[in-house]
């Protein structure tokens, strides 16, 4: 079991990313206030000092500590310290980010030191923007000097400043989607006081909006965390946190992309290169901003204007060619300025347009490309030649798409969010998605999609004319290859179906995993009853364990007019997601006959 203190943003994204691995876990917050609604989530509310923590890990078994709590929450923080200590267990800290500030604000360690340089640099109408809790922090400020308070408009906050004696009408309430820059030259206070509460605590919002209006600016630092907790700031380091600490949690493991991998290589390769530092992890940071830090195999300085360094792909649980393979980056000076990708062994090269890549590139992906720039580009401002290489990578690509993609030599270096996720659907789709721009980009006049090769084998034949590009797998995303097909640009698709996927998707359903979806015999038998089918007929479906068993229909008229029916309402459900165009549903037989087919053209 696994308990997390919330009651935040971090605090939700806790349970949402806990929630996904189908376990029980519990949610402690000291209020009722916040709204978290999760399947397998326990609830908890009321403070919990280190002894009660001790008590409940104890009786319930905890494993885990996740401490999503607010920065501020500095007593909270020191009892999850203390009762880890006592239980020997881990904690995990999910911080939130805190991006790169103006040299324009002032620093303050803690509430009364900022009291005392407030009143030192004369400030007389002061914005508070700290929170209730601080209102009696603050108090040797108020007391003396005009102060406005935002705070939270409930009952608890009125009845806080009330009490410690701060004039009720000198409170203003936070809503939702304010502009902070209009409130501010509304109100037009000498400065503001705010905590360093990160990105999610709209901290940064308040910042440009206070500089916008000429207003100095005040920030209480966030108090230092106890020693020893596990730091992430993202979903995707709080996944692989709980992975490595709770072994079988989550039933599969995630990964990291080639370019996360590329981008933490290539990284270490120049701290080695300008700093003769030879780092066993670096820290990368994600498209999404989040941090995430990876193990270096190998980094050294090869002379003067070189250095390679290199990490082991982990894909997790994920059926990648690339697991356990090597990621290489070779860092050199170069005369010209900016950052130059160069191709490796085992990375193949762009020959086909389509791809987002210039024809004659290595096939690093655009989002790697970035990873990489970002990273570097905040090391060292001159010029870099960048070469990626993957040892294995020439006969890796042979398991993959991409000859058909026109990427010869090698692998690709992709990745979108830089994370793999267990058996993707979200790397499947996006395989998909560049073949089908491929195919638009060398002219092909029909997208042909079939489940695998075996489909696409036989309707091969039908279109002698086409390129190899124009024939597209879906595997079992129907309903995604349709949509990037019309997003695209194609207006003539044809697509090729065997019975077993023919019946789930005469259902309506678009994904035609096993996993999600078996054949339906009660829908099979509603639908030959409406087609009239003969009693015999309607007991081959009762008994039949297989959708192919339907080619065995004795009854021919039943069979033409039970299959016209199945591919109509394969064409109804595939419609509305390719409006504009040609569709051409293609149901193969046993032997590789194209025997029944339904097509519409809407222009």
């Known amino acids: 079991m696994i308990l997390i203190f919330g009651g935040t943003t971090e605090g939700r994204t806790a349970a949402e990313t806990l929630d996904e691995a189908g376990q029980p876990f519990y949610y402690s917050t000291r209020g009722t206030l916040q709204e978290v609604t999760c ?13 009660k923590i001790i008590s409940f890990c104890r009786e319930h078994d905890i494993r885990l500590i996740i401490d999503a709590a607010h920065p501020f929450a500095q ?24 991006p790169e500030l103006s040299e324009e604000i002032i620093w303050c360690d803690d509430f009364e030191g900022a009291v005392a340089r407030m009143k030192q640099d004369g400030i007389e109408k002061l914005l508070a923007l700290t929170g209730t809790q601080t209102i009696t922090k603050l108090q040797g400020f108020w007391k003396e000097h005009d102060c406005i308070f935002r705070v939270l408009e409930r009952s608890e906050s009125v009845d806080i400043a009330i009490k410690a004696g701060f004039p009720k009408e000198k409170l203003i309430f ?77 039933a599969l493991r995630s990964g990291f992309t080639t370019g996360t991998c590329a981008t933490a290589a290539a990284k270490a390769a120049l701290l080695a290169l300008t700093e003769e530092c030879f780092e066993e992890k670096t820290e990368v940071t994600l498209p999404d901003g989040e941090r995430v830090v990876l193990p270096i195999y190998k980094v050294e300085k090869t002379d003067e204007n070189t250095a390679t360094a290199s990490v082991i792909k982990d ?69 870099l030649d960048i070469t990626i290489s993957v ?19 090698g ?58 590009q124009a024939f597209v797998h879906y595997g079992n995303f129907i309903g995604e290859t349709l949509k990037i097909a019309a997003e695209t640009g194609f207006q003539k698709v044809s697509m090729g179906i065997m019975i077993g996927k023919a019946v789930k998707l005469a259902e309506g359903h678009l994904d035609t995993h096993s996993k999600k979806v078996v054949m339906n015999k009660d829908f099979l038998k509603e639908i030959a009853i409406q087609c009239s089918c003969s009693d ?12 192919r068993e339907l080619w065995g229909i004795p009854n021919k008229k039943d069979k033409e007019i039970l299959f016209n029916k199945l591919v109509q309402l394969c064409h109804i459900h595939c419609t509305p997601l390719f409006p504009k165009g040609e569709l051409a549903i293609l149901l193969i037989n046993e032997t590789g006959e194209i025997s029944y087919q339904f097509h519409s053209t809407l222009f």
């Open 174 to 250: 936070y809503q939702p989607e304010e502009d902070e820059s209009l409130l501010f030259k509304q109100l037009s206070p000498q400065a503001i006081i705010t905590k360093e509460s990160g990105s999610s605590g709209g901290f940064i919002e308040k910042i440009e909006a206070a500089l916008k209006n000429g207003i100095k600016i005040y920030v209480v630092r966030r108090p230092p965390l106890p020693e020893g907790f596990i730091t992430v700031n993202g979903k995707y380091g709080l996944r692989r946190a709980v992975e490595l600490n709770v072994p079988g949690f989550y």
């Open 39 to 51: 399947r397998n989530m326990t609830r908890l509310t009321g403070n919990m000092d280190s002894e």
């Open 315 to 383: 894909a997790g649980d994920d059926p990648d060619v690339t697991h356990g393979h090597q990621i290489v980056a070779t860092v050199s000076f170069s005369d010209s300025p900016g950052i130059h990708f160069l191709q490796g062994k085992g990375v193949g090269k762009v020959t086909l347009p389509g791809l987002g890549l210039t024809v004659g590139e290595p096939a690093i992906n655009s989002t790697p490309r970035k990873m990489i720039v970002n990273e570097l580009s905040l090391l060292y401002g001159g010029g």
């Open 536 to 547: 015999e007929t309607l007991a081959l479906i009762e008994q039949m364990t297989l959708a």
């Open 411 to 468: 692998i690709s270096i992709i990745g979108t969010s830089g994370i793999v996720k267990p058996f993707s659907s979200e790397a499947f789709v996006d395989a998909i998605r560049k073949e089908v721009e491929v195919a638009y980009a060398v002219n092909a006049e029909r997208l042909v999609i079939n489940s695998g090769a075996k489909s696409e084998k036989f309707v091969r034949s039908l279109y002698p004319n086409l390129p190899p």
């Open 75 to 98: 007593q909270l923080h020191q009892n999850i310290f203390l009762a880890a200590k006592e239980l020997t267990i881990k904690v995990v800290r999910l911080e939130r980010i805190y």
């Open 391 to 409: 040892p294995e990578g020439e006969a890796l690509a042979l398991k993959t798409f991409n000859p058909k993609l026109g990427i010869i030599g």
